[in-house]
């Protein structure tokens, strides 16, 4: 634990500029969105809308200005709106990102910001995805905490240490936006995919789980960890900044370790 | 009107059907791809140190390429070493190559037919090559007689 | 319309559903019902901790718990449900932690934990480290940690099926006085595949309901676009009360503009508030705890300042959260996520600038009533058989007029399990409900309405209006005046709300639609609230009159209880506004006395 | 079936595109080695069909061919060691990008050095 902090100080002198000085600007941006309606036609289309936003609007804010000022009909999905549940995984400028932490004015607003459905997964529609084959994965690793000795009355003990070795992959919130991004997904679908792996990690490394083992059998399979070919999309993509290569490359390495 | 159903959804939307099978098996047994990952690194170092000495002797060496001809490869094969190092470049070289080409074909082609097809091209192409070239180093013979005569090189012993 | 058979049927996989799942599931036959997939439930937002008394730093015990969660509930509190929650609660932390979640711990290995406003030594002494908690993600680890567990036990999920309407009917009864009465058994539930736009109807002898807030009602709020209180609202319709809908609590530091959370964890690590003078306030307001009082003192406190001109920023409309005398290692350590939210949302760099914040609208204390087995009550004590609520759609009622911080997860874990078994003992003897004629026709008739109605009204924008009055006259600060007028916007609003039409005509995956039978929910329960905090004639907790600044124990020490009456006289008068019938329903004591509430 | 509607190019960053080039030049490299055994083999047939294959890569276009070869093997050589060092020095992953930069600096004096002097071989001399 930490030392007891001292008391802070009743009253400080606060620098003038605190709290943000004037208004915040407006800009306009193009955004251009990937359409694709069964319903109405088997071809996927880009759309683009003209939108005047704000300083502090996230690319989740303007599929809304489009959704509920525009055309009803633009499907996406979100829940949080503010990167912890892992809804709004899409493309945005070509590469992997939550809708609701990216910052409009972070982009190059000069050109149409594009945004579409991430990879891999069969788009249903517009943006939304089947997840069911993420998630397929997921289970499959076996993400529980499998214990086999006696339930102590109390709680099992772990070093700090101990909490530590696994703490990043504990971050995930299953988003999809790494394996999404896998060269290696994308080509069949049949890769486990880095979330899988990044959710089996976080057992593995539990100094209170027992069944390791069975979960580096299951990733040495033909569609395990052998077929990451450490291209590192996973690790830029993914919104916790979870190191994601280095998970896969610490579960390799410990296959190894087993097998030889 | 109404039917039962006893489970849930699974990937399937009303009913056309939308999601990509999974085919992942109950697990492959053994450990095949782990065993080719690692060839791949160990080969890839020893590979590193053959081609590149490989490169350097053929190409910058004296004259370089125009150095290149029948003499120059006799001249090398006369030496067990030279064959140990093209031997042993030659089978790392192909056994790493074919490997690389496997995963692609893995990655890419998208029906079992034709993975299957074009791993049985690639395989036998990998034989053939692995075959003739042994077969090349082994067998050469630096000083052959062509039409009765001696060719040159003067590693060659007299006739 | 496909019919399905369950013995359980859980509504929500959020920490609630989840929690009442895993038991469920291995009792008896059980689906799980979800608007969203399982891990986006609005639990995984959670970040500050889940309080139990385990004193593995610091001496504790349960009833110094209870007595924190009573006083800070301002003693409208059901003193027998407080007591099973904290004593429970040890027990609620163990399970998790045996499931694998992953607590911070201490040197020593057990599970670490840390100071939370409102939670005491010795009824009131001193702060408490009580919270036990996984850096700022304690509820990311608790929805994933319980996910993985309903996966290790193979529970099913419907996973985008939205639930529109519970199945009830009634049958005459007696009481024991002799006094004939409406019993409602319940039969099972209706939702709309979110996939394909098809109807299912699933039956079944238990129906439990956690699908948690209503947060949506606000402008600014913590809570997800996803919380429109569906759960609450459809109940309502159905003609189950809903209790103390008045008390709201707003959370003190949202970053301002944005209500994103910025979790108490932050006070509790150190972080305090200073106004635009620097100056740090809440000595001013709560001498012994300070910045730890409970969040309607603090919240209120944070209002005040700006309505008294002390405000930052170009519109003098928020006061700063002063993270900048703590070591930035501590503060990685033990607040990476918010932090983080600081520096994405606000570009503010809080190692070395304070942040931002005003009062966002968090969480309804209100909901569902239900008694401390977690069933549902159709009037002040009779229960609904076979309908169970729990978690943050439910009031049961432990936090009264205002939760302490960490209370809510504890809630959904120890009455989530409760809901759980008792639900699936009971199906183990129930048999089922006939279901009634064309279940699925008032459903049906909602949608079609919504789908078919083309008076060219926007859903999104009277949304908007609804949640503007709201944050304008149902926020901190309220008195009969705001009241009334929300009562007027919400009849035009209505009115409106009968002439929109939604764009997308299709089936598949139509959120456009959901979004307008969800406002429908919004528009539902904002009057609700708003109506019972009229007639609350008085100030406790999160609830706050201008006009009646004191408490009033005489007059209104019960709960109120708002029911559905169509028939209900629509003059204005207290007992019955616009279609709603108030009543009341007393408090539970068992041993705390009211005292006055002071920190 | 519209399970991928193609869509924009992914804008993968360093890590993709060194893949995409550790792969491509792979590919090259093996064919070019089935071709390379072959003509090889022709020693075993007769000295002068050899000689007057190799003869062929004395061509100067043939030149300009074997210097992007050379190329490929020593980026996919040196790639490779760093694909190598990601797998299993601890730190590998996270100086993943430091190691690309080192790879095609490496790269480049090295086969700046060759290209000098091969091309100045095969297309100046003789
Ligand atoms: C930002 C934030 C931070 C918080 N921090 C803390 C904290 O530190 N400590 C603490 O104790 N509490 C905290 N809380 C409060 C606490 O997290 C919530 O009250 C609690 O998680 C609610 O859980 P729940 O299971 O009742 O509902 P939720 O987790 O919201 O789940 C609701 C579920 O119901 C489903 N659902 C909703 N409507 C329908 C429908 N019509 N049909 C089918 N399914 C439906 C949803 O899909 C979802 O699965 C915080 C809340 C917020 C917003
Ligand atoms: C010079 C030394 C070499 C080194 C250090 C080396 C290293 C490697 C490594 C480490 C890999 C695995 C990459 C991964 O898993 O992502 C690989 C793949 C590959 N190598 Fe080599 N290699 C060398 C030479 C060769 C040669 C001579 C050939 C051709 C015959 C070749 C063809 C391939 C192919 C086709 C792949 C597969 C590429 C892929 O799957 O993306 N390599 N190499
Ligand atoms: S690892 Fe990161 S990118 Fe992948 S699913 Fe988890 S949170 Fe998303
Ligand atoms: S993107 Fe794919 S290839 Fe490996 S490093 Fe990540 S899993
Ligand atoms: S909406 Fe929850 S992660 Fe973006």
Not at chain 3, 434 to 458: K, M, Q
Request: a negative charge; hydrophobic letters at 40%; charged letters at 25%.
């Amino acid at each position: 634990m930490s030392a007891e902090l001292a008391e802070p100080a009743s009253k400080i002198e606060l620098p003038a500029h605190i709290g943000g000085g004037g208004e915040i600007p407006t800009f306009n941006i193009t955004l251009r969105v990937r359409r694709y309606n069964p319903e109405v036609s088997e071809e996927a289309a880009w759309e683009d809308h003209q939108l005047t936003m704000y300083g502090t609007d996230r690319v989740l804010d303007a599929l809304h200005k489009i959704k509920w000022e525009i055309d009803g009909s633009l499907s996406f999905r979100r829940s949080c709106a503010h990167g912890v549940c892992g809804s709004d995984a899409m493309r945005i400028n070509g590469r992997n990102r939550l809708a609701c932490k990216t910052l409009l004015k972070d982009l190059d607003t000069s050109k149409p910001i594009t945004v579409e459905p991430i990879k891999g997964l069969p788009v249903e529609k517009d943006l939304i995805v089947d997840m069911e084959p993420f998630f397929q994965s997921f289970r499959e690793v076996m993400p529980f905490l499998i214990n086999k000795g006696h339930e102590p009355t109390k709680e099992r003990l772990q070093s700090v240490e101990d909490r530590e070795r696994f703490d990043d992959t504990t971050k995930c919130i299953l988003c999809a936006a790494c394996t999404s991004s896998c060269p290696v997904f994308w080509t069949d679908g049949q890769y486990f995919g880095p979330a899988a792996i990044v959710n089996a990690h976080r057992f593995i490394f539990d100094s209170r789980d027992d069944a390791g083992d069975m979960r580096l059998e299951i990733l040495n399979d033909k569609e395990g960890v052998w077929r990451c070919r450490t291209t590192f999309n996973c690790s830029e993509a993914c919104p916790r900044g979870i190191q994601v290569t280095q998970a896969i490359a610490e579960v390799k390495q410990a296959i190894l370790a087993r097998k030889i | 009107m109404s039917t039962d159903i006893q489970s849930p959804r699974s990937g399937k939307i009303g009913s056309g059907k939308i999601a990509p099978q999974y085919r992942r098996g109950t697990g492959s047994k053994g450990n095949f791809e782990m065993l080719a990952w690692l060839f791949m690194r160990l080969s890839g170092v020893v590979l590193v140190v053959l081609i590149f000495g490989h490169l350097f002797v053929n190409l910058m060496v004296g004259e370089g390429i125009h150095g290149i001809d029948f003499g120059f490869v006799a001249g090398k094969w006369a030496d067990p070493f030279w064959q140990f190092w093209d031997l042993a470049m030659l089978w790392l070289a192909m056994l790493h190559g074919t490997n690389g080409v496997r995963t692609i074909i893995n990655d890419y082609a998208e029906k079992d037919a034709t993975r299957l097809w074009l791993k049985v091209v690639l395989y036998a192409a990998t034989v053939v090559i692995v075959v003739l070239g042994t077969l090349v180093i082994f067998t050469f013979n630096p000083c052959p007689v062509v039409n009765g005569v001696q060719l040159p090189g003067g590693f060659c012993p007299a006739p | 319309m496909q019919v399905h058979k369950y013995d359980v049927v859980i509504v929500g996989a959020g920490g609630a559903g989840m929690r009442a799942a895993i038991e469920s599931g291995q009792r008896a036959r059980t689906a799980v019902l979800t608007k969203l997939y399982p891990t986006r439930s609005h639990t995984g937002a959670a970040q500050g901790g889940m309080c139990a008394a385990l004193a593995n730093v610091e001496e504790d015990n349960w009833e110094w718990h209870t007595f924190d969660t009573i006083k800070g509930g301002d003693y409208l509190v059901d003193q027998d449900a407080a007591e099973v929650m904290a004593k429970e609660a040890i027990d609620a932390v163990l399970d998790l932690e045996k499931m694998g979640l992953p607590f911070n711990r201490t040197p020593e290995g057990r599970i670490d934990q840390r100071r939370f406003g409102g939670h005491t030594r010795d009824h009131g002494k001193a702060p408490v480290r009580r919270a036990c908690y996984a850096a700022d993600r304690t509820g990311h680890m608790i929805l994933q940690t319980l996910y993985q567990n309903c996966v290790k036990h193979n529970v099913e999920f419907y996973n985008e099926y939205y639930v529109l309407d519970l199945l009830t009917v009634e049958e005459d009864a007696v009481r024991e006085d002799g006094t004939p009465y409406k019993q409602k058994r319940v039969a099972g539930v209706v939702s709309y595949d979110l996939a394909s736009g098809e109807l299912h109807v699933f039956q079944a002898k238990s129906v439990v309901f956690a699908s948690g807030g209503a947060g949506k009602v606000f402008k600014t709020t913590s809570n997800a676009h996803t919380l429109t209180g569906d759960g609450m609202g459809i109940a309502f319709r159905r003609g189950i009360p809903l209790e103390d809908m008045e008390f709201f609590q707003f959370h003190p530091t949202g970053l301002a503009g944005l209500g994103i959370l910025l979790s108490e964890a932050a006070r509790g690590e150190g972080a305090i508030l200073r106004n635009s003078e620097g100056e740090r306030f809440m000595e001013r307001y709560a001498p012994t705890i300070k910045d730890l009082a409970p969040r309607d003192i603090v919240a209120r406190s944070m209002a005040n300042e700006v309505r008294e001109g002390r405000g930052c920023g170009p519109n003098k409309d928020y006061v700063l959260l002063d993270l900048t005398h703590l070591e930035p290692a501590h503060i990685d350590a033990k607040l990476p996520d918010i932090t983080e939210f600081a520096r994405t949302y606000l570009g503010v760099e809080p190692y070395t600038e304070p942040v931002p914040v005003f009062p966002t609208a968090h969480y309804a204390m209100g909901g569902i009533p239900t008694n401390i087995t977690t069933e549902v009550l159709q009037d002040n004590d009779t229960i609904v058989p076979g309908l169970y609520a729990a978690g943050e759609v439910a009031c049961v009622s432990v936090h009264g007029s205002n939760r302490l911080g960490t209370n809510s997860l504890l809630d959904i874990n120890v009455f989530g399990k409760r809901a759980g078994i008792a639900a699936a003992e009971y199906a183990k003897t129930a048999d089922f409900v006939e279901l009634p004629e064309d279940p699925e026709a008032y459903t049906l008739d909602l949608l079609n309405h919504v789908r078919t109605s083309d008076g060219g009204e926007r859903v999104a924008a009277i949304r908007k209006e609804l949640q503007d009055t709201m944050d304008a006259n149902m926020q901190v600060f309220r008195t009969a005046d705001t009241l009334n007028q929300v009562l007027k916007d919400i009849a035009a609003l209505e009115e409106r709300y009968q002439r929109i039409s939604v764009q997308d005509k299709g089936k598949r995956f139509n959120l456009d639609l959901l979004e307008a039978v969800e406002l429908g929910f919004l528009l539902e329960l904002a009057k609700v609230m708003t109506v019972a905090a009229l007639h609350r004639e008085e100030s406790r907790g999160g609830h706050f009159r201008e006009d009646f600044p004191e408490r009033d124990d005489e007059k209104f020490m019960k709960h109120s209880m708002a029911y559905k009456d169509e028939h209900a006289p629509a003059d204005g008068s207290a007992e019955a506004i616009a279609g709603i019938r108030l009543g009341t329903k007393p408090v539970v004591f068992t041993r705390y006395e009211p005292m006055v509430r002071k920190y | 079936m519209p399970t991928k509607p193609a869509g924009t190019l992914y804008r993968g960053r360093e890590g993709m595109w060194s893949w995409v080039g550790h792969r491509i030049t792979g590919v090259v490299i093996f064919f070019f080695l089935l071709v390379h055994v072959l003509d090889t083999s022709l020693v075993r047939v007769s000295p002068e069909a050899y000689t007057a294959v190799i003869g062929a890569y004395k061509n100067p276009l043939m030149a300009l061919g074997e210097t992007g070869l050379v190329a490929a093997i020593v980026f996919h050589a040196f790639n490779g060691l760093r694909v190598i060092a990601i797998d299993f020095w601890k730190k590998g992953a996270k100086y993943q990008r430091q190691m690309l930069w080192t790879v095609l600096v490496l790269w480049l004096v090295t086969f700046g050095a060759f290209a000098i002097r091969h091309l100045s071989l095969a297309l100046g001399g003789h």
